[in-house]
């Protein structure tokens, strides 16, 4: 099961995900309000699940601006790749040039992770997906169990990640998608970083930045 919640000015989906013995996982914890983390938590609290990762797609600052309270919060390390490190480093300046607050990330526990990994809670497990391209230490999370991948920033609906930025690269976006996303089942549901759902086989045939 799935909940997504749309948060901060750049309308960020962070997903939250869990199963029937209550364990959760936190994707993108992207929180700038009181108002925001206060409906995590209530949901949280709602439905009386336990946090068990908080993991990160990548380290763009409207991805990770609600790291820091979200590893206070639940006392988790922020899960992510290594080859983000030198851009979480940026994550003050980026904020001071996008509008977010990310005062004390200095301090945020970490914990490296890639594709050699799985992500266990409950009776779950999501496979770590490398799919670099929109920035270094890109990651998507696929839970073969019950048929999604959340796809941070590399694949959206029709579109892909912009790859203007620091350590973008079109090509090797494009490389990623089609053989480490495009390869799972076409009926996989895509929970992207900004915006609506889609899936795999529709990405496949109809998306004019891969074909």
């Known amino acids: 099961m799935i909940k997504v919640f749309a948060q901060n000015h750049f309308e960020v989906n962070c997903s939250l995900i869990y199963d029937q013995t209550k364990e959760c996982v936190l994707v993108d914890v992207c929180s700038q309000k009181d108002s925001e983390r206060q409906e995590i938590l209530d949901f949280i609290n709602k439905n009386e699940l336990r946090v068990k990762h908080i993991l990160l797609t990548h380290p763009h600052i409207d991805h990770v601006c609600g ?3 979200a590893s206070e919060t639940f006392n988790l390390p922020l899960e992510l790749h290594k080859d983000g490190e030198e851009i979480l480093s940026m994550a003050e300046v980026q904020a001071q040039m996008m509008g977010f607050n990310v005062e004390g990330i200095d301090n ?7 594709k050699s990994d799985k992500i266990s809670f409950g009776d779950s497990e999501l496979r770590v997906i490398e799919t670099p391209g ?7 999370f696929y839970n073969e169990k019950e048929g999604f991948v959340i796809t941070g920033d590399a694949l959206f609906q029709g579109s892909i990640g912009r790859t203007d930025l620091p350590t973008g690269d079109f090509d090797l976006l494009s490389k990623s998608i089609k053989e480490n996303l495009f390869t799972l089942p076409e009926n996989t549901e895509c929970i992207c970083g900004h915006g609506p759902n889609t899936t795999i086989g529709f990405e496949k045939e109809n998306n004019p930045f891969l074909n």
Not at 108 to 114: G, Q, V
Request: glycine share 6%; charged share 20%; aromatic share 12%.
């Open 134 to 140: 929109h920035c270094a230490g890109s990651l998507s």
């Open 108 to 114: 945020l526990k970490k914990k490296y992770i890639s």
């Open 67 to 69: 790291a820091l309270w």
